[in-house]
């Protein structure tokens, strides 16, 4: 065949350079052959020799511009295409009625194309987008030419006449872009999307053959597209086949499933291990731009040169952090369905909204984050939400209302649960834990205190809570579970209007931000998303107040202040929170002002567990390598605070 | 959760390392002045010593963690851990020894040799030895004319000494 022939001619000659001589050289052979071969004739041959003479110049170098005639030969080339398939079209391309596979086709060959061919569609999809945004973009169009093409050739070489056909006419309408015949835009752009959905309907056909009737079916409007693409002229504005746009190209769950040959699994592990390695790149190469020889700026060029290398390694851990994430997108369709199933189940009616599904977490934090979620969303079902019956003679909608929001906040991933049920009751809670013996008094105690008492183990039993508050049935487990990957959750309320439950999770498990302190001679690294802000006191914001130790009055608010130097039995720190600084860092709604020597500055870290076998730490969740090489302990706010306050509320 | 293990890999290896198993190479080292011996498959490098991070209210054996090509490893201090004076003017490197999946990185004053100890030259500790416990030890063997405390590293750095002491702490408190 021909044409095909000077069709791949065509594409080598796009990819090439004037200075890839040899290429070049092989692609005039090919011409020279093809013309010896008398399969040009006519108009096409003449263009054919013209652009071997081209070439030949452009490879012995002679030609003033090289550059010019290179594309000259392209020029040369459609032309003969074009003069050559005037030729073939006076004869049928294919016989009329092909319903059937090509009867010595070979099924693995044609499974492959397939999905070949749907990449290439779904690479040229993106393409055309791109393309309608910046009609110029030639790599673009060279994108979706390549891949007509490539259809084109290859549905030819497996006897699928009909997609061959249809990717030459598609591949045609291209072609007049290229050739700025008309530009890029309105109903061209049209036709060549529909063109794309007609050849993946087309290819899908096959694999439907293959897989069930062995029947190609025909596209519906195949024979409409293919009239409007020969025809196409752009000075008519009004795309020709308004019917087509009522054609809903529906392969959309066929063309995820193909779409998937575009990613590969990678075991988790290595991934770890990836991120490890980058890690220790990002550190290593801090270190040599720490070297006192860049510091005095005596080696310019060398300094150039550094700085370039850390752009690049620092692209390389984004993109290496990046690879871990997932969308939480799938978490969330699995919570709709919890509550469709448990409202159903409990003669409920809810109306479940979610937002921020396109929000992406650590990998490994998903697994881990679901089974607490769909807890929580239970829970908000089952007890949360009143029946019909008690919501409308409480004044409220019949219909519940449960809303799922995911969002950035600092460095962590929000997600929040609200609900309009009934809602937590301080009271019962505070004469349950009162019961319980959990408490003494719920004097001193704030709101979030108070709810924090749901959270304690062996608090709730099922029966008690639904009679309490409608909620708490295993929340100690879903605290812990969150817990364990650095999460936080918190509880808001209100009596009769609903609940709140606010969970924060890191964005991933292996990146912190944090704050850098110093205790002495001791480093220790804050979680930047708890640091409310540091100031240094006065003497009259400081005061001890019986049986809750030191605190400090800022801005209305009181703290406990927590020595840190301490707590953690750190020599030569300073001991007068006067001369040092109040770090205060919020733990849900409670806050504590940590006593620090000074703040070092804001450091992305990576979190390491610190080994097994020292087992659970006393207030630090895991180390960090810092830029000298050195491991700073990440401080776990929570378990510090806890730290610094004996269990008072315990009634003994 | 990982601690459940260790004892029981711990269990294992003297179980074994008690019938015939003893004889093979060892890393030798001194702390105060005596010689001991580490199974070679046991080490998995030797370094310099390093600036480490102290860990606070941890155990007073336990030296904190340093950073070994991007992992955070603990750091013990086998003097500490056997009750002996300290002398940090004498350490001089830190082993580092593989325990099935952990690593932990063990001061010593100085590595001395690597030597080949057949079964026939080692002796069963008895119950008094200088310092540390005899439970500790896998034995007591001979090369040339000294004598090496060949130790018994999973139960020194097992998971049971650790535990019995945060909970001697955890009652204290």
């Known amino acids: ?652 | 959760m990982t601690t459940s293990e260790i004892p029981s890999v711990s269990n294992a290896t003297a179980a074994s390392s008690g019938a015939s198993s003893r004889a093979g190479k060892y890393l030798t080292f001194f702390l105060a002045g005596e010689e001991y011996g580490l199974e070679i498959m046991k080490v998995s490098e030797i370094i310099g010593m390093q600036t480490i991070t102290r860990i606070p209210r941890t155990p007073d054996f336990v030296r904190g963690v340093i950073n070994l090509r991007g992992r955070v490893i603990p750091i013990t201090d086998l003097r500490r851990k056997f009750g002996m004076p300290n002398d940090h003017a004498a350490e001089s490197c830190i082993i580092v020894v593989q325990i099935s999946d952990v690593q932990t990185g063990l001061v010593v004053d100085r590595v001395s040799d690597v030597v080949a100890v057949a079964e026939a030259d080692i002796e069963d500790s008895p119950a008094f030895c200088s310092g540390v416990r005899s439970d500790l030890l896998l034995g007591i063997g001979k090369a040339g004319d000294k004598v090496k405390l060949l130790l018994n590293i999973d139960k020194v750095l097992s998971a049971g000494e650790l535990v019995s002491v945060s909970e001697a702490s955890a009652q204290a408190a």
Do not use: W
């Open chain 1, 1 to 652: 065949m021909s044409l095909p022939a000077i069709d791949d001619i065509a594409i080598l000659l796009l990819q090439l350079e004037i200075d890839d001589v040899d290429d070049l050289a092989k692609v005039r052979n090919a011409l020279v052959s093809l013309l010896k071969e008398k399969s040009a004739t006519g108009a096409a041959a003449s263009h054919l020799i013209r652009a071997v003479e081209l070439l030949g110049n452009v490879i012995s170098t002679k030609s003033e511009n090289a550059t010019d005639d290179l594309v000259a030969v392209g020029v040369c080339l459609e032309l003969a295409m074009n003069a050559s398939s005037d030729e073939a079209s006076d004869q049928p391309l294919f016989a009329a009625s092909l319903d059937s596979l090509p009867e010595d086709s070979d099924a693995a060959l044609l499974r492959e194309f397939v999905g070949e061919g749907l990449e290439y569609i779904v690479a040229s999809e993106s393409a055309l987008l791109s393309l309608e945004n910046n009609p110029d973009d030639r790599e673009a169009l060279d994108t979706v030419f390549r891949a007509f093409h490539t259809v084109k050739g290859t549905s030819a070489f497996l006897g699928l006449s009909r997609a061959a056909a249809f990717a030459h006419e598609a591949e045609s309408l291209l072609s007049r872009v290229r050739d700025k015949e008309f530009s890029y835009s309105g109903s061209c752009a049209e036709l060549a999307l529909r063109s794309i959905d007609m050849l993946r309907e087309l290819l899908q056909a096959v694999e439907v053959a293959l897989d069930e009737s062995g029947v190609l079916a025909v596209p519906a409007q195949y024979d409409e597209l293919t009239r409007a693409l020969k025809s196409f002229d752009p000075s008519v504005d009004v795309f020709p086949i308004q019917s087509l746009a009522l054609v809903s190209p529906e392969p959309k769950a066929a063309h995820s499933d193909s779409s998937i040959d575009a990613t590969i699994r990678v075991r988790t592990d290595r991934l770890d291990r990836l991120l490890n390695i980058v890690g220790e790149l990002v550190i290593a190469q801090t270190i040599i731009a720490g070297d006192s020889c860049f510091v005095h700026g005596q080696q310019p060029e060398l300094t150039r040169k550094v700085a370039h290398a850390g752009k690049i390694v620092r692209e390389l851990q984004e993109l290496s952090m990046s690879m871990r994430t997932v969308p939480l997108r799938a978490t969330f369709q699995k919570l709709a369905r919890v509550v469709r199933d448990t409202s159903s189940k409990t003669g409920k009616s809810v109306n479940f909204v979610t937002d921020g599904d396109e929000v992406e977490i650590d990998r490994n934090l998903v697994d881990l984050f679901a089974d607490p979620l769909i807890h929580m969303v239970r829970n908000a079902v089952d007890h949360g939400i009143e029946s019909p019956i008690d919501r409308e003679t409480q004044g409220k909608p019949r219909t519940g209302q449960i809303h799922l929001t995911a969002y950035h906040s600092s460095g962590n991933v929000v997600v929040e649960l609200t609900d309009d049920g009934r809602g937590l009751s301080r009271e019962k809670i505070v004469l349950r834990a009162i019961a319980n013996g959990t408490i003494a008094s719920d004097a001193n105690m704030s709101d979030s205190d108070v709810f924090d008492l749901a959270f304690a183990p062996g608090f709730s039993t099922a029966e008690v809570v639904t009679d309490i508050s409608g909620r708490g049935v295993g929340l100690d487990v879903v605290r812990r579970n969150l817990e364990t990957v650095g999460g936080r959750i918190d509880i808001n309320s209100t009596a009769g209007k609903g609940s709140k439950f606010t969970v924060r999770l890191p964005f991933t498990l292996a990146v912190t931000d944090g704050m850098l302190v110093r205790v002495g001679a001791e480093r220790y690294v804050l979680p930047l998303a708890q640091i409310q802000m540091s100031f240094r006191p006065d003497a009259s914001m400081l005061s001890t107040i019986a049986g809750r130790g030191e605190v400090v009055l800022q801005r209305g608010t009181i703290m406990p202040v927590v020595r840190l130097h301490r707590l953690f039995n750190v020599p030569d720190a300073v001991d007068n929170p006067l001369e040092g600084l109040l770090v205060i860092v919020n733990d849900g709604d409670r806050r504590s002002a940590l006593l620090v020597d000074e703040l070092l500055g804001q450091q992305q870290v990576v979190a390491k567990r610190l080994g097994n076998s020292l087992g659970q730490l006393d207030g630090f969740s895991g180390g960090a390598i810092l830029g000298d090489g050195r491991v700073a302990l990440i401080l776990d706010v929570r378990e510090t605070i806890a730290l610094n306050t004996p269990p008072l509320r315990l009634a003994s």
